[in-house]
């Protein structure tokens, strides 16, 4: 293809003539100025294409790549922390859903003496975290993770998510199904006094588990983190001061 500016008839190239001189920064313009488009190449869908570009434009991202975070998501965790006082020092935290490691990362940073995660996908070793690459929904998962980590823990995060099929109804059930593995399981580990976040959607949290969680748990609210895409329908349920299993 020929990369050579048009020219009109009969006239110059339109292609503006550069000055020697250096042009005074724009200040105004210089937010604008750095959004990146992405090209439609061959092949890649429309959706692929907008994908892209909100990431090369998500300030987050941008953000999660300067400090070395895993991913954007590592911030969802620090504004869930910073409210809600989640993570002690030498807490022991089950991180379900860890990959790719932004949470697990956040949770060592502020203090946490031991981390077990688990998910689907493998994921790159941590320092101070054993993460195994496991299904949650395995039966046998409880159980690994309960023997990897040997003591009850302070914390039990759950950034699972459901891959979705396209089917609302099949996707809500699955995502449903999901928060209520994670929220039994917690309720089954956690010390008295430990506290539980997962993912959950807008209107996806069933009436009664969100009962069950306030009847085991002295506080229980949504939360919609900033760093959440606003578009997005995820949200976050955390559960605080488990009361402790029943007796019997």
């Known amino acids: 293809m020929n990369d050579r500016p048009k020219k009109m008839s009969g006239g110059k190239p339109t292609e503006v003539r550069r000055s020697r001189k250096t042009p005074?920064?724009?200040?105004?313009?210089?937010?604008?100025?750095?959004?990146?488009?992405?090209?439609?190449?061959?092949?890649?869908?429309?959706?692929?294409?907008?994908?892209?570009?909100?990431?090369?434009?998500?300030?987050?991202?941008?953000?999660?790549?300067?400090?070395?975070?895993?991913?954007?998501?590592?911030?969802?965790?620090?504004?869930l922390d910073?409210?809600?006082?989640?993570?002690?020092?030498?807490?022991?935290?089950?991180?379900?859903?860890?990959?790719?490691?932004?949470?697990?990362?956040?949770?060592?940073?502020?203090?946490?003496?031991?981390?077990?995660?688990?998910?689907?996908?493998?994921?790159?070793?941590?320092?101070?975290?054993?993460?195994?690459?496991?299904?949650?929904?395995?039966?046998?998962?409880?159980?690994?993770?309960?023997?990897?980590l040997g003591e009850d823990p302070d914390l039990v995060l759950s950034d699972l998510a459901a891959n979705t099929t396209g089917h609302r109804n099949t996707d809500h059930l699955k995502t449903v199904a999901l928060v209520e593995a994670a929220a039994e399981f917690a309720m089954d580990v956690l010390k008295p006094g430990g506290h539980f976040v997962t993912k959950v959607f807008q209107g996806g949290t069933e009436g009664k588990l969100l009962q069950r969680l306030k009847d085991n748990f002295e506080y229980v609210r949504h939360a919609k983190p900033d760093s959440s895409r606003k578009g997005s329908p995820e949200i976050y349920l955390v559960a605080k001061n488990f009361k402790g299993r029943k007796k019997g």
């Not at 105004?28 to 869908?45: D, F, I, L, Q, S």
């Not at 993570?87 to 946490?112: C, Y």
């Not at 995660?117 to 054993?130: F, Q, R």
């Open 82 to 148: 910073d409210k809600y006082k989640l993570i002690k020092r030498d807490s022991l935290i089950f991180d379900l859903g860890a990959a790719p490691g932004g949470w697990v990362q956040i949770a060592l940073k502020r203090g946490a003496r031991k981390v077990i995660g688990i998910d689907i996908l493998p994921v790159e070793h941590v320092a101070g975290a054993d993460i195994i690459k496991m299904d949650f929904m395995d039966e046998k998962a409880p159980s690994v993770l309960k023997k990897m």
């Open 24 to 79: 005074k920064e724009d200040k105004a313009n210089a937010t604008r100025m750095m959004h990146h488009k992405v090209k439609t190449a061959r092949g890649r869908k429309i959706g692929s294409k907008l994908w892209l570009e909100r990431q090369l434009n998500d300030p987050y991202v941008k953000e999660a790549r300067i400090k070395g975070y895993r991913s954007r998501a590592a911030f969802k965790l620090i504004e």
